[in-house]
């Protein structure tokens, strides 16, 4: 059928089965929002700022392992967005992001609202487009979806001149994707995953180091299956929390620069490194040289570029880790489970030496509190996104994640004021559930005009901010290693944050202690509508443990033991 | 951890299209990596085009590289030569005052020849070996060239 390329961006959403659309109007975009008037087939959230769009985007590609969906305009409303994309890229979501450019013949003149979108997005998505003739369009959309789907996911993004959403073209969405040049590779090696399972059943000490990947690739509980039959103890990486359930006798816990003592020792004394979908990020190994020092390491990983990068792979498999793992439970018989009864026993008393725990104070609530309060009254009911910071580490260490999906933050990047806006787009996926973020008196103004979108589309996002008045992550890095001198980080001057998200037509609440704030979650569960509830926290209290930057993992500060 | 930092060569296959040279080198830039040299032309008959390029890295660098080429989505394939034939062109302007037949000699040494002769000026091109070709510019500097254009390697596997 012969119609517009705005027309054409309607069906193909359609047809690729998009049920929401985040996303900012402009002038180059114009044409497609007209066609967005015009439709009924998917939803369209008007975030307040284009960053926050590509971050919803995130959240609910993150909730629901579908292609997350945004649209904005060119010039700013792109350079806005660039943050999102980097964002998803760091962290392999796949999003298709589809932004307007200037008419044809006004690229590169300088024009109104023009900027090289291309040119900058280039290297922080998975691949990207100029579209130059509508006839192309639905080729480009077709395999902006695939790529962004499959292999190592991540964000695509298709840039579209203002004359060739206009122009008429033949639509043809029934080719299939052909691409000679790409073809991810899903199966892994059977004889090297021979050889993996060989070198587990040898070996004495071995670990299982989960990442991100598993949750990408929907492989949490065939992992969980691997796991519980091979009888190897297992850490997780930030991105994995949620892969294994917090009480899987088997997970040590976190990995990493805020691990807990226990999983940094176990990598540290482990003969036999076990990494599925997991890339070796300096948060997780500190000094490179000295990371799992005596140990070989089994690398599953479905991007070539991973294996090696960092730490030599004995046995690399480049797989979906999905696939690997499914291969590995069929011959996972040849492990003796009792075998490693007394490596778990010695990282059971590492944990027993330095548990991670924290210490109350009778004056003023503890963030970590919070925290593990939310989590036994919502548990695995809520949904769990963060900011970046302190609250983010406190909620990876001590909140009860129980299964994959359940927890969205920035992990790669580290972008501040992602969390309110992914959390929107969890609760558009996942609207049965409680969304939760946790957010610090810093991150959540870098994206609180979200509270408009909030009580406009109806998603009553719960924002717990953990006030201590200061940025407290840097803080506590200039506590620690800038001898005090707190420069910029002292955020003592704030709004009311009750009366802010009144302002926008959410509610408030202001707590400083344990009964106040089971008093505000219940009454925020209840109330259906976008919450700040804000919680008066210790102001210096410190994420312990901690390795320093560049640190070996065996080289923890620890927090320091209560007297008695 | 002392890694070697050796001249090597790849070469890289490509779909013809828009923008896969700027996804090539702003993957080396990006890295702080440095080209030095790069060579590109479409492969007859086919909608592809090979690029052959000239850096310098450690083992794990230059892997880390080939790996990422191999990431983008327009690269069919890449090599890193490790046994190849590398040829590079040069061309030379002289005076047309100098000593002719000292430069044509010199050439033939380079398999090249004298290609151009103007009023002022005679144009001659050299073909051989990236390293003979830098030796054939040293030795004719005392002909006083009046411009030098290098086109960068290309290679093929033996």
Not at chain 1, 47 to 54: K, L, S
Not at chain 1, 357 to 382: C, F, M, N
Not at chain 1, 394 to 419: C, E
Request: with cysteine.
């Amino acid at each position: 059928m012969q119609i517009s390329g705005a027309q054409m961006v309607i069906e193909a959403l359609t047809l690729e089965g998009v049920d929401t659309v985040f996303g900012y109007p402009g002038g180059a975009i114009m044409n497609v929002y007209d066609e967005i008037y015009k439709q009924d087939k998917f939803q369209h959230i008007l975030n307040r700022h284009e960053q926050a769009a590509v971050h919803a985007a995130e959240g609910y590609a993150k909730a629901s392992g579908k292609v997350g969906v945004a649209m904005i305009t060119s010039g700013p409303g792109f350079t806005n967005a660039v943050t999102g994309l980097a964002d998803a890229y760091m962290d392999s979501i796949p999003l298709v992001v589809i932004s307007g450019q200037v008419p044809m013949s006004l690229i590169g003149t300088d024009a109104f609202q023009e900027i090289d979108a291309v040119g900058i997005s280039r290297s922080c998505t998975k691949h990207n487009y100029l579209v130059t003739d509508a006839k192309d369009l639905p080729r480009i959309l077709k395999e902006a979806f695939y790529i962004a789907s499959s292999g190592r996911p991540g964000p695509v993004h298709v840039d579209i001149p203002k004359d060739v959403t206009a122009q008429i073209a033949e639509f043809d969405y029934s080719q299939p994707v052909k691409l000679e040049t790409y073809k991810p590779h899903t199966k892994g090696n059977p004889r090297q995953i021979k050889k993996a399972i060989e070198a587990m059943a040898d070996s004495k000490r071995p670990l299982f180091y989960l990442g991100g990947g598993i949750i990408n690739a929907n492989a949490a509980y065939e992992v969980r299956e691997l796991v519980h039959k091979t009888g190897i103890p297992a850490v997780e990486t930030f991105m994995a929390r949620g892969v294994l359930a917090h009480d899987d006798e088997h997970l040590i816990g976190m990995l990493g620069m805020h691990g807990s003592y226990a999983a940094n020792m176990a990598m540290s004394e482990t003969d036999l490194v076990i990494a599925l979908g997991a890339r070796f990020d300096d948060r997780v190994t500190g000094k490179l040289s000295e990371f799992a020092k005596n140990a070989a390491v089994i690398h599953v990983d479905i991007d070539p570029a991973s294996i090696s990068k960092l730490v030599n792979a004995d046995f690399p498999i480049v797989g979906d880790v999905k696939n690997v793992v499914n291969e590995m439970l069929e011959i996972s018989s040849k492990i003796d489970v009792s075998k490693f009864e007394s490596w778990r026993e010695t990282i059971n008393n590492f944990d027993d030496l330095h548990p991670l725990t924290y210490h109350e104070d009778s004056e003023k609530l503890k963030p970590q509190w919070v925290i593990e309060r939310v989590g036994e009254l919502l548990g695995d009911d809520a949904n769990i996104s963060t900011d970046v910071g302190q609250h983010q580490m406190w909620t990876a260490q001590f909140y009860p994640f129980s299964r994959p999906r359940q927890f969205i933050s920035s992990g790669g990047l580290g972008t501040m004021g992602f969390g309110f806006p992914a959390a929107l787009g969890v609760k558009a996926a996942a609207p049965q559930q409680t969304s939760v973020n946790f957010t610090g008196d810093g991150s959540i103004l870098m994206n609180c005009q979200e509270l408009m979108t909030a009580v406009e589309k109806k998603l009553p996002v719960i924002n717990i901010i953990l006030n201590n008045n200061y940025l407290g992550m840097v803080r506590q890095w200039q506590t620690l290693f800038y001898d005090k001198r707190h420069s910029e980080t002292d955020l003592s001057v704030q709004p009311d944050f009750v009366k802010l998200s009144e302002a926008f037509g959410g509610i408030g609440y202001r707590v400083s202690t344990k009964e106040e704030f089971d008093a505000a979650l219940k009454d925020a569960v209840e109330k259906d509508v976008v919450a700040f509830i804000e919680v008066i926290v210790h102001r210096l209290e410190n994420v312990m443990p901690m390795v320093p930057s560049g640190g070996s993992l065996f080289n923890m500060m620890l927090l320091e033991k209560k007297e008695k | 951890m002392t890694e070697n930092s050796e001249r090597r060569v790849i070469s890289v296959i490509v779909v013809n299209e828009a923008s896969v040279l700027s996804r090539i080198t702003d993957l080396f830039s990006g890295r702080g990596y440095n080209i030095t040299s790069l060579t590109v032309a479409p492969i007859p008959d086919s909608k592809y085009s090979r690029l052959t390029i000239a850096t310098s890295g450690s083992v794990r660098v230059i892997e880390q590289i080939t790996k990422q080429l191999h990431k983008l989505i327009p690269v069919l394939r890449v090599y890193e030569h490790a046994d190849l034939v590398e040829k590079e062109m040069a061309m030379v302007k002289f005076p047309i005052t100098e000593n002719l037949s000292d430069i044509n000699t010199l050439c033939e040494a380079y398999n090249g020849k004298i290609v151009n002769v103007g009023e002022n000026v005679i144009i001659a091109m050299v073909a051989d070996e990236p390293k003979r070709v830098e030796n054939f510019l040293k030795v004719i500097k005392r002909y006083n060239p009046k411009e030098i254009v290098r086109s960068g390697a290309v290679a093929l596997e033996r």
